[in-house]
């Protein structure tokens, strides 16, 4: 039976932590951010974690 592949597209924007939590950076961070208060930039910069169900389908589809 062959190897099942990494789906590089969900590989480089998730990344698994050690007790198998999901982690995926914060969106909009590219531009309109002088209009935010300072409170949603800083917001922003923290990676947050995914829900329970969304977690195991990405990590069935990264292989972990």
Do not use: C, W
């Not at 939590?21 to 947050?48: M, P, W």
């Amino acid at each position: 039976m062959p190897k099942i592949k990494t789906r590089q597209a969900v590989a480089k924007r998730f990344k698994v932590t050690k007790k198998k939590k999901v982690i995926k950076r914060s969106t909009g961070q590219d531009h309109y951010n002088a209009r935010e208060s300072g409170k949603q930039k800083r917001s922003k910069r923290l990676d947050k974690s995914v829900s329970e169900a969304d977690a195991r389908n990405i990590r069935r589809m990264i292989g972990a």
